[in-house]
């Protein structure tokens, strides 16, 4: 069973307190070495659209949101009871018609205005400006990754309304969507994956699904929130991380850099690998450069480097 976390779990993890993210560790471990332990308090979310999103209880109220099928589990969300709970009740998993991507959805709620009689006097309203999307085809909209029940919402975005818009669509749509808005143009729209591809392999779905291969892997996951761009990659780092390279390879630039193969860069660094992935034996080494001496203490450590204190013209060396 492929065993996967998604960024909302981190992101929803790192707000509890720390003896309850302790308990959500542990039952995440357990949920990997067995999701069918009969020690696990797995419910069934009746109210929830999507109806293989289960909840299972970790302590007191705290309950993880998990996404249940027979051959993968997929960690959601963490909170306390009500709040769980409506999360789920709120959105769905499913694989984008056009894009082939696997997508966590907001289910868009149907808003109805009552028009309420005034009298007297009443100021007048501002003039509505004008939608920005409103002429573009659906097949371009669809291209981005907007979800189709979201295409209605994103005619009539206008300046003022687009930004809460972006925060309830995926980051791809999103990200499509400014661009648009401010005058630049996104990648050529992606073209429909062929059927039987698994939509967690789509670069966009892979920025916030991650498969888990071992506990090791986990632990590391939900240990760093500082570094979780190392494990959700954006499509844009994610070419330069899973190439194969010759020998050694130097990927720098201002923010945000590419992270490397072993999956560590930041915004000011230069970083140099030639591991064993790419032929360079057990004497290759990492290099990593910074001008930031408190963002390089905390990438050695989250890297498991050792610094060799090195200073050149202002500039800090840990090699690993």
């Known amino acids: 069973m492929d065993f996967r976390i998604a960024d909302t779990f981190t992101d929803s993890l790192v707000r509890l307190t720390g003896d309850e993210q302790k308990a959500v560790k542990t039952t995440a471990f357990d949920l990997q070495v067995n999701p069918a332990n009969p020690g696990l308090s797995f419910h069934k979310l009746d109210d929830a659209r999507d ?20 051959d993968s589990l997929l960690l959601c969300y963490v909170d306390h009871h009500d709040r769980a709970y409506g999360w789920a009740e709120r959105r769905k998993l499913e694989t984008h018609p056009r894009t082939g991507a696997a997508q966590l959805v907001e289910i868009r709620e149907h808003v109805e205005e009552i028009a309420v009689p005034r009298y007297g006097e009443v100021a007048p309203s501002a003039p509505v400006k004008p939608p920005l999307f409103a002429q573009r085809p659906d097949a371009e909209l669809l291209g981005y990754g907007i979800p189709v029940e979201w295409l209605a919402d994103v005619r009539q975005a206008n300046e003022d309304s687009l930004l809460e818009l972006a925060g309830q669509l995926p980051a791809e749509a999103a990200e499509a969507l400014l661009q648009l808005a401010t005058g630049g143009q996104p990648l050529v729209p992606r073209p429909r994956a062929a ?15 991650r498969l888990m291969g071992d506990l090791e892997e986990l632990e590391r996951a939900l240990e760093y929130p500082w570094d979780k761009w190392t494990v959700f990659l954006h499509p844009a780092q994610r070419q330069w991380v899973e190439r194969d390279f010759a020998g050694p390879a130097r990927v720098c630039g201002m923010a945000p850099t590419p992270p490397v193969r072993r999956g560590f860069g930041a915004a000011g660094t230069e970083t140099v690998e030639g591991g064993d992935e790419q032929g360079g034996g057990e004497e290759a080494r990492s290099v990593l450069v910074t001008a930031d001496q408190c963002r390089r203490e905390t990438l050695v450590q989250s890297a498991h480097l050792h610094p060799i204190g090195v200073e050149v013209a202002g500039l800090v060396r840990g090699v690993g």
Do not use: E, M, T, Y
Request: hydrophobic residues 35%; glycine residues 6%.
């Open 51 to 70: 109806k293989n999103f289960w909840s299972v209880r970790a302590s007191g109220d705290i309950r993880l949101i998990v996404h249940r099928s027979s």
């Open 195 to 209: 059927p039987g591809v698994d939509p967690f392999a789509h670069p966009d779905a892979q920025r916030r699904f």
